[in-house]
């Protein structure tokens, strides 16, 4: 029985939920973003709750129930707050800027990076802070983990660009012979 899975998704009155078939779809102004149950749940629309069911006892479908109730929740936060991750990149001449839709990196590589910013992905730089924002949890952590890819922190000076919340572990270096 599916802890995650019992509690409904609740959201406001500006968020206009619709379902067709296994897709729901949830809107907020000019932002619409679907999930695609695959037939795997069953759910239920009431006014301003959205609640998911097993489709049977099976293991897999048990497994399901929980998942697609966590990603309606994740859209609905997103929908209302949204997300945002920061990233600090550390390291001497190492910068970033935007131009237009464009991330600017500069990560110690013989070129510059350009990291293309998709629709519904914000990236402001401050220092040496890039904060993203978005309303797609799953686009937003995947451009993080990408832009981090560039450059990952290693563990000698610590170097690269790396999560704020992230903790790196620090190496000796080589000591010399006594």
Known sequence: MSRIGKKPVEFTTDINVSTNGNVITFTKGKVTMDLDTKGNVDFALDGNVLTFAAKSEEKA?????????????NIVAGLTTGYTKQLEINGVGYRAAVKGRVLNLQL????DIDFPLVDGLEAT??????????????????????????????????KGVKYMEEHIVRKAGKTAKK
């Open 61 to 73: 479908h048990r497994a399901f129930w929980g998942t697609y109730r966590a990603l309606a929740a």
């Open 108 to 111: 110690g590589h013989s070129h």
């Open 125 to 158: 730089v401050e220092k040496n802070v890039v904060t993203l924002k978005s309303h797609d949890k799953q686009l937003l952590g995947s451009a993080a983990a990408k832009i981090r890819s560039f450059r990952p922190p290693e563990p000698y000076k610590g």
